[in-house]
């Protein structure tokens, strides 16, 4: 599938197929990897795959080279884009290294000289041991597997000997009129001024001379024959810009975002969220999906009545984020950085989150479907030393892109201190469930009304500012298959009623604006550790099992959003 930006007068070879593979498991460090003429290249692998989900090597970790020829190459500036990739890796051009990708999921840019046109070789060596990555993002505990491969598309392009494109950013300037902010990014122009052809759509290009002012050109302009974007009509526009040297198409759509008295509005209209958590995980490919594994997810998320997806807990495939557009559904994405403690976010490290965040920004910017940024999933916002981190990272986000509002969840209940930056406050809460002892006699899901108030009673204080309230996670699990018809823990009748209820509690709350049921789908976690901690080595909170069969929590679900949650429909 095409996804956006694309630049139709850019040579580019799609590097997606089969492609040459050895591995070398734990004999090297990646840091002293060196590609030789000894290295023999035995297997084969897919890219986008995994190599450690198959049968040679399930769940090992280690160092897996991956190669490739690519044929009549010219001779030039080029450019290497992997979409992601896990967990860290270096990328070789006839031998010589050429880039690193350092955190998983994030896309990776690689621009560098092809000397001689012609055959030419690709290596990319991929690591997922915890220990070759520079700083920890990802670590060994986390509750969604640390998979080893090239998740995403991996494609080489010329680039323009001059006046190269780098993106347009488009924000929506007047809903009523109709009028985008385009950024255009220039990064070869000095300030001066530069002609572009702008048209929208399928219009006729005007020509217009623009100053450029710290490697960008910024214009506004009416969008002709406008429709506004909204999950009830994802309507999209497209915008084609050309210098002499180049040419962007980006699409995007025509829609405000915005927080205040305790609500959201999309287009002026009061939003309310009904959604789930979704990590992009298959049981045999991780990450990896095809396009009709996201477009089931989208069909089954909205079947049931649901508007809203909060996309954890990393970068998002841009293929994802284009079908959100295109079928209306709203997004939260997030950065890497899943339940660090003191020692991990601090004013020595916060450059690192903050690189992090600008590049999901800028790599996802223009998709409408996308309303919340977000970092730091249960993190220490209780902390006094926390607060100069987080208020740092959240308004960094905000220079990156002011239209859109910015959040993280926490799980500190009353004890957090992080909010004062954020636009929405976020909570991730599993009464009942997780991180208390259950009374026998007393069903889960009874002690989720006092929580939901007691939770709402403390973030409508003066000093939260009137900000929303969205449940970010609430949930429990419930394992495929597994029937009692007296609640027992884990079976699917137990999994229905907290879950209903759980919908129940926040819609009947008006303080919310919405939640996002912990999740979507089993997805694949840990198997070692504590021993009982991941039944069947996966999160079982699922609505549906890692296959997409329906639990009973599914339909239990959609018929309370049908009847205590027409707050959504707008
Ligand atoms: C946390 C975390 C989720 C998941 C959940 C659980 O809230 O944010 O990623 O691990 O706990 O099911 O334990």
Redesign the pocket.
């Known amino acids: 599938m095409m996804t956006y930006p694309n630049f139709p007068e850019r040579t580019t070879f799609e590097l997606d197929g089969v492609w040459d593979f050895a591995w070398l498991g734990n004999t090297v460090p990646l840091a002293d990897f060196q590609p030789s003429d000894d290295l023999v290249f035995d297997e084969k692998e897919a890219v986008p795959g995994v190599f450690d989900m198959g049968v040679k090597r399930y769940e090992a970790r280690g160092l897996g080279v991956y190669r490739t020829r690519v044929k009549n190459v010219p001779a030039g500036k080029l450019r290497l884009k992997i979409g992601g990739l896990g967990l860290v890796a270096r990328i070789y051009w006839d031998g010589v290294l050429t880039g690193t990708a350092d955190c998983a999921y994030l896309p990776v840019t690689c621009d560098f000289q092809n000397r001689i046109a012609g055959e030419h070789t690709l290596i990319i060596a991929v690591d997922n041991r915890y220990a070759s990555q520079p700083y920890p993002f990802f670590r060994a505990g986390y509750?969604f597997y640390a998979f080893g491969g090239i998740y995403r598309s991996v494609r080489l392009s010329v680039l323009p000997e001059t006046d190269r494109i780098e993106r347009v950013q488009i924000t929506t300037e007047d809903l009523a009129a109709g009028t985008v902010r385009l950024r255009v990014l220039l990064p070869e122009n000095a300030d001066g001024t530069v002609a572009l052809d702008i048209a929208f759509d399928q219009g006729k290009p005007e020509t217009y001379h623009c100053a450029v002012k710290d490697g960008a050109a910024v214009l506004v302009l009416p969008v002709p024959s406008f429709r506004c974007w909204s999950p009830e009509s994802p309507f999209l526009h497209t915008v084609t810009v050309r210098t002499d040297g180049d040419r962007i198409v980006e699409r995007f759509g025509i829609r405000t975002i915005e927080a205040r008295n305790g609500k959201l509005y999309l287009n002026g209209s009061e939003l309310y969220l009904h959604g789930v958590n979704r990590h992009a995980s298959r049981p045999q490919s991780g990450p990896v999906e095809t396009v009709h594994e996201m477009m089931e997810d989208i069909h089954l998320i909205k079947h049931a009545g649901m508007n809203f997806v909060r996309s954890?807990?990393y970068p998002q495939d841009q293929t994802w984020l284009d079908l959100c557009d295109e079928n209306g559904l709203l997004v939260w994405e997030e950065t890497l950085g899943?339940g660090l403690r003191e020692d991990a976010v601090t004013e020595q490290t916060m450059e690192l989150f903050a690189g992090q965040n600008r590049l999901m920004i800028r790599e996802s910017f223009n998709h409408p479907s996308i309303i919340i940024w977000a970092m730091l999933?249960?993190c220490a916002s209780q902390m006094e030393e926390s607060r100069p981190v987080y208020g740092y990272l959240l308004r960094d986000m905000k220079a990156e892109d002011p239209s859109r509002l910015r959040s993280y969840a926490s799980?500190m209940h009353t004890r957090d201190i992080c909010f004062d930056e954020a636009d929405v406050i976020s909570l991730?809460t599993y009464p009942g469930w997780?991180g208390e002892a259950g009374d026998s006699e007393t069903l889960a899901s009874e002690y989720i009304p006092p929580r939901v108030k007691d939770l709402a009673d403390h973030y409508v204080q003066e000093q939260f500012c009137g900000k929303p309230i969205l449940m970010s996670?609430i949930g429990a699990c419930g394992l495929y298959g597994f029937h009692d018809r007296n609640y027992a823990p884990w079976s699917e009748e137990f999994q229905a009623d907290y879950m209903s209820k759980a919908v129940q509690a926040i819609c009947a709350d008006s303080r919310y604006c919405g939640y996002a049921l912990?999740q979507f789908c089993d997805t694949r976690s840990y198997q070692r550790g504590a021993i009982r901690g991941k039944t069947r080595g996966f999160?079982c909170?699922g609505l549906v099992d890692e296959y997409r069969r329906i639990k009973l929590v599914y339909d239990a679900v959609a018929e309370t959003i049908r009847s205590a949650g027409k707050k959504g429909e707008k």
Do not use: P, R, T
Request: net charge negative; charged share 25%.
């Open positions: 509750d954890v807990h899943w999933n249960e799980c991730n997780i996670e912990w999160n909170a």
